[in-house]
């Protein structure tokens, strides 16, 4: 199930256009932050930096100076509260390299408050590390959409939806990465809204984007499915 779910991610990268793309390439850089022990040092060098560049999309850049049997990496993110980190998004890691690699990511994100961002760093023998940990600030009071836990069960995740005016009438709409319409549904705005997936749409494994629209404005954010 897990080697699907990678196979998915990579077909978003290579086939969506717009708002999320992927490289590397040679840049210069060193540093680590933590390593969790499980077989050889992996990767040094690991470092992510990451600035905001609108309203709805943060974009983050991660460099390497040298990777030893590395897998993939997995940027996570995180709001500061109980929800804790969730996996955004997933790139390949070079497996072998002798020089300074840099990858990149953008992340749809619209959270008027602090986002923090990190990259675990897994190896072929399961081995992980982290990154350094970054904070990147929102556009102010605005409204903001997050689905978790992600990647996350069809039966166990849901949408927390905020800064909509009361009572105010939002459309909440799942589209997968071809933009395919799997569910829609249009309910009241309450503070703090949260909404069970399930109730919109049966979900298999994958990448899906969620919208919310209202007079207030639109707020997407991108998620994973792992029945």
């Given amino acids: 199930m897990y080697k699907k779910t990678i196979q998915l991610f990579m077909f978003f990268l290579l086939s969506s256009s717009g708002a999320v793309y992927a490289q590397y390439n040679a840049s210069l850089f060193s540093y680590c932050d933590y390593f ?26 991660w460099k390497t100076r040298t990777e030893i049997n590395s897998r993939h990496f997995e940027l996570e993110r995180s709001f500061g509260d109980s929800t804790g980190f969730t996996l955004v998004g997933l790139l390949p890691a ?20 602090i986002s923090y961002y990190r990259v675990k760093e897994k190896g ?49 709409r799942i589209t997968d990465i071809t933009g395919k319409r799997m569910g829609v549904k249009t309910v009241l705005y309450n503070d703090g809204l949260v909404i069970k997936l399930n109730s919109l749409a049966f ?24 029945n």
Avoid: H
């Fill in 203 to 226: 979900l298999s494994a994958g990448w899906y984007i969620l919208t919310v629209t209202g007079k207030t404005g639109t707020m997407s954010t991108r998620f994973i499915i792992v």
């Fill in 124 to 172: 072929l023998d399961n081995s992980y590390q982290f990154s350094n940990t970054i904070a990147v600030k929102g556009m102010g009071n605005r409204a903001a959409v997050v689905v978790y836990p992600s990647p996350g069960r069809n039966d166990a995740a849901v949408a927390r939806i905020t800064g909509f005016k009361p009572a105010e009438t939002v459309e909440v």
């Fill in 94 to 113: 070079a497996g072998n390299s002798s020089v300074t690699l840099q990858y990149k990511l953008n992340d749809l994100n619209d959270f008027s408050g």
């Fill in 36 to 61: 969790c022990p499980g077989g050889a040092l992996p990767v040094t060098g690991l470092e992510l930096e990451g600035n905001r560049l609108n309203e709805s999309t943060v974009a983050l850049k």
